[in-house]
């Protein structure tokens, strides 16, 4: 099925928009969760669902039956079934760069058949085949460096999504490292960065892994060098057995000086790509069989978002959930709280997920849009946060929609603490939604604060990898009904550009051109 943005009208010029426009004046704006779950006993079970490892409970958000309904009219007015069909079957659906949007293969199993809806069957598998053979030897290198005792730390060098999801992965999935290796992950420009990390490092049991889509990112490429350069200055010669590559530019990291290289493809989005060979760092610390695993969680999700029906497909409420908020209830944030200290990096992976994803303001024919896009997601690990900004959560001017991750089962055997943690993210979110009155004031709490709560059974590679899966999809398809391109990230350009220009002004200190306020920075810093 082919998927044409044409084919389907804005988001905000169908039937269902205006119905969810008429619905939230007349329910929406009022509705209060408490009144609700009093009036609709089974509120919680039509309100929660199993996907692949995740259990998710939605019934403490501002919807309702006749909500969702309405929401699902949308996707559908909006094409939404047509565009997943679209990603699946690698239609080149990031049109700005003209290119398919295919992590999905990344995670598929071998021996899987390509979808039955797919009109590409035999372009999938030729992808799948080279997916695979990429992965074999990707995970036998992991294996030997597992396995080579010479080699103590293992140091990622890379930035966005050659970063955050192998590192938040890597620690997330921290019970299940088995190699004795010790990993770094450098990614700032900022010296002090890299530094820091050489400081505790020797040469000779040091593997760095230059990981970069295009291997022309400026941060990644001064880390490189400033890596390479101090490996060679402390004596190091062999650099075929201490660097490796990680990139879709392997005559690039050639010409660098690496000859150890592991490709992936332009249809692998940067903050999509800890799938492919920028998912190293996870393999050595968790083995093959445990990445192999983790792409095993991710691609029952991929599964339950291509084939459930949308009243039962995770992604879709989530991302429908999104759009209601940010469209009807102009909520302009929502915040991460993952009560698991393992997942202190979720949040800010997330970050980069949804909103270099979803923070557009064009349509993908590059008409300006009248309505708001992705949320700022925000958010640092429980308990932590609630001695931080709940206050504000609970008591603020603005609503903000809390996203709680929880985990039933503990890794550690330290008496008391699960259950302790347990009950302050249900306390939490209990408290959200019921609030408090009293006639003090200052000890109100208005209560009907929505959240979402996501419960694992236990946090390991599939269930991680289920998880993000999840988000990336969710993620597509409030990017789906906004009609925008969620797979390029033209924002971040205008920066590099600029930084290229200010840097030699540093030295020269030539202001010329420059607006008054860059200018006044350019004399303090010389000065
Ligand atoms: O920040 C922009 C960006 O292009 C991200 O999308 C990407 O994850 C990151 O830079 C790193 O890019 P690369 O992997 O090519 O070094």
Redesign the pocket.
Same mark, same amino acid.
């Given at each position: 099925m082919s998927f044409l943005r044409s084919n389907h009208p804005r988001c905000d010029h169908t039937p269902a928009w205006a119905a969810l426009q008429a619905h939230y004046q007349a329910n929406g704006r009022s509705f209060d969760a408490r009144q609700a779950f009093a009036v609709d006993a089974l509120r919680f079970n039509t309100l929660s669902q199993d996907a692949p490892h995740v259990f998710a409970d939605l019934s403490k958000n501002r919807v309702d039956a006749t909500t969702e309904g309405l929401l699902r009219d949308l996707a559908r007015q909006c094409g939404l079934e047509a565009h997943r069909a679209a990603m699946f079957d690698g239609t080149a659906i990031n049109t700005t760069e003209n290119r398919e949007v295919w992590h999905v293969l990344l995670r598929k199993p071998a021996e899987a058949q390509a979808q039955a809806s797919s009109n590409a069957t035999e372009k999938i598998a030729i992808e799948v085949a080279k997916v695979h053979a990429t992965l074999d030897a990707m995970l036998a290198y992991a294996e030997a460096v597992r396995a080579d005792r010479a080699i103590t730390d293992v140091v990622n060098i &890379?930035?966005?999504?050659?970063d955050l999801g192998p590192q938040m992965a890597v620690l997330a999935l921290d019970a299940f490292a088995t190699s004795g290796k010790r990993l770094h992950f450098v990614s700032n420009v900022d010296g002090h960065e890299l530094a820091a990390t050489l400081k505790h490092l020797k040469f000779e049991s040091t593997l760095f892994l230059i990981?970069?889509?295009?291997?022309?990112?400026i941060e990644?490429m001064t880390n490189a060098r400033s890596a390479k350069a101090w490996f060679i200055a402390q004596g190091g010669t062999d650099t075929a057995r201490h660097f490796a590559a990680l990139t879709t530019n392997v005559a690039a990291a050639n010409a660098f000086g690496i000859t150890t290289t592991f490709g992936f493809w332009d249809w692998v &989005?940067?903050?999509y790509s800890l799938w492919s060979a920028i998912g190293l760092p996870l393999a050595v610390a968790i083995g093959a069989q445990g990445f192999r695993e983790f792409l095993a969680g991710a691609y029952a999700m991929d599964e339950h978002f291509r084939t459930a029906p949308l009243e039962a497909n995770l992604p879709v409420r989530l991302g429908l959930l999104d759009v209601w908020y940010r469209n009807f209830h102009g909520f302009t944030s929502r915040s991460i709280a993952p009560y698991h200290s393992a997942l202190k990096r979720y949040p800010a992976y997330l970050q980069?997920l949804e909103m270099?994803s979803n923070g557009k303001q064009m349509d993908t024919d590059g008409r300006p849009l009248p309505y708001a896009t992705s949320p700022a997601l925000w958010g640092e690990p429980g308990t932590n946060g609630q001695h931080a900004y709940f206050q504000m959560l609970h008591q603020g001017t603005d609503v903000v929609p809390v996203e709680f991750v929880a985990v039933k089962k503990a890794r550690h055997d330290l008496p008391g603490h699960h259950p302790m943690l347990l009950a302050n993210v249900l306390a939490q979110a209990q408290a959200l939604v019921v609030g408090k009155s009293d006639t003090g004031g200052h000890k109100n709490f208005p209560g009907n604060r929505p959240s979402t709560f996501l419960l694992l059974d236990d946090l390991t590679p599939a269930s991680l990898g289920a998880l993000i899966a999840l988000q990336e999809h969710r993620v597509f398809v409030s990017g789906s009904i906004w009609g925008i391109n969620s797979f390029d990230?033209w924002g971040?350009e205008l920066g590099k550009v600029l930084a290229k220009d200010i840097e030699p002004r540093l030295a020269s200190g030539d202001a010329a051109g420059l607006d008054g306020s860059t200018a006044g920075l350019l004399g303090r810093l010389r000065a």
């Open positions: &890379g930035i966005g999504g050659s990981a970069s889509k295009t291997f022309t990112t990644t &989005g940067g903050r980069q270099e990230q971040v």
